[in-house]
C-alpha cells in the first residue's frame, strides 16, 4: 500500500495532467456533434476488426457444421430442381420480388448479442459496399434486422430481438396486417400486435413482411403463429400474436443486405406529405 502511495506522490503531476485531460476530451466529445460522430466512427472500425478477428477463430472451429449446413442446401436446390418438368422452359427470376441480385450485398455476422434488450449485430460490410441505415438484413431462413450505422469496413445491424424495432408484417394466408415487435423475453419468439379480430387466424399460419415498409420487400418469411392473444381490455378489436421464429437469432453466419434504392424517394414523399398536413 506505501508503495502505491509513493507512486502517487511521485507522479502526481502526470497523474492530474492525465485527469483533466480525459475529462476535457470528454466534454468536447459531448457537446460536439462533429467530433463525437468521429470517435464513434473510429470506435467502429477498431471494435469491427477484433470483432472480425474473434469471428475467424470461431468459424474455423465450426466449418464441420456450415459445410453440413450447405450440403443440406444444395440438397434442397436439386430437390427443387428435379421437380421441373421441363428445365428447358424455366424463367430466370430474382431470388427476392423487386430486388435485383445486383442490390443483394452479401456479408457475415462478426459480432452477435442477443441477450439484452436492445440486440445489434456487427457486418464485415460498410460504406464501401454501398451500405447505407435503413437498408434490410437478411438471410435464407428470414428477416435479421435493419441496418443502424456504418463505417468504412463495417455494418452495424439493429437486430429484431431489439425492443425498438417495429416492422410491417402480415399473415400471409390472409393479408391482415399487423406491427412485428419484441418485448425482450425470448430469442425464439417476436410478437405481432394490432392485427384484427375478424382476421382467420390459426396456430402455425405462416408471418411474412408486409407491403407496406420502405426496408423489406413482401413476402419476405419471419415466423410461424404459436399462440394467440385478446388484449385485456375486451373493448379492443385486437388480437396479439406470438410468433416462433424461422431464425436462430443465436446463431447467424452470412446475410444478405438489401439495397432499396427507392427508400429515400419515398421518405421524401412522406415526408413532404406531413408538411403539407
Known amino acids: 500500500m506505501q508503495q502505491i502511495f509513493n507512486f502517487i506522490t511521485r507522479n502526481s503531476y502526470r497523474l492530474l495532467f492525465l485527469l483533466l485531460l480525459g475529462i476535457s476530451l470528454a466534454l468536447?466529445?459531448?457537446?460536439?456533434?462533429?467530433?463525437?460522430s468521429k470517435i464513434i466512427s473510429s470506435a467502429n472500425v477498431i471494435s469491427g476488426s477484433v470483432y472480425q478477428e474473434v469471428n475467424n477463430a470461431k468459424e474455423y472451429l465450426n466449418l464441420k457444421k456450415e459445410n453440413d449446413e450447405l450440403a443440406l442446401e444444395n440438397a434442397r436446390l436439386r430437390s427443387a430442381l428435379f421437380q421441373v418438368k421441363d428445365s428447358s422452359f424455366m424463367t430466370k427470376m430474382d431470388s427476392i420480388k423487386g430486388v435485383k441480385p445486383s442490390d443483394i450485398v452479401v456479408a457475415k455476422v462478426i459480432k452477435n448479442s442477443y441477450s439484452v434488450y436492445e440486440n445489434y449485430l456487427t457486418l464485415d460490410a460498410g460504406q464501401k459496399d454501398g451500405i447505407k441505415p435503413d437498408m434490410g438484413v437478411i438471410n435464407s431462413q428470414g428477416i435479421v434486422g435493419i441496418i443502424d450505422d456504418t463505417s468504412q469496413n463495417y455494418a452495424t445491424v439493429a437486430s429484431?430481438?431489439?425492443?425498438?424495432s417495429r416492422i410491417n408484417a402480415k399473415i400471409k394466408k390472409s393479408n391482415h396486417f399487423g406491427s412485428l415487435i419484441w418485448n425482450g423475453k425470448s430469442t425464439g419468439f417476436v410478437q405481432l400486435i394490432d392485427v384484427p379480430r375478424l382476421a382467420d387466424i390459426?396456430?402455425?399460419?405462416?408471418v411474412v413482411t408486409g407491403g407496406q415498409s420502405v426496408i423489406f420487400p413482401e413476402n419476405i418469411n419471419i415466423g410461424?403463429?404459436?399462440?394467440v392473444f385478446r388484449d385485456k381490455d375486451n373493448q379492443t378489436n385486437f388480437y396479439t400474436?406470438?410468433?416462433k421464429l424461422f431464425n436462430d437469432m443465436t446463431n447467424l453466419g452470412h446475410v444478405y443486405i438489401l439495397k432499396n434504392k427507392g427508400t429515400e424517394e419515398m421518405k421524401a414523399l412522406e415526408?413532404?406529405?406531413?408538411?403539407?398536413?
Open 241 to 243: 400474436l406470438e410468433i
Open 28 to 36: 468536447t466529445i459531448q457537446f460536439h456533434s462533429f467530433h463525437r
Open 160 to 164: 429484431i430481438l431489439n425492443k425498438k
Open 202 to 206: 390459426k396456430k402455425g399460419d405462416t
Open 224 to 227: 410461424t403463429i404459436h399462440r
Open 271 to 277: 415526408n413532404q406529405r406531413k408538411k403539407d398536413e
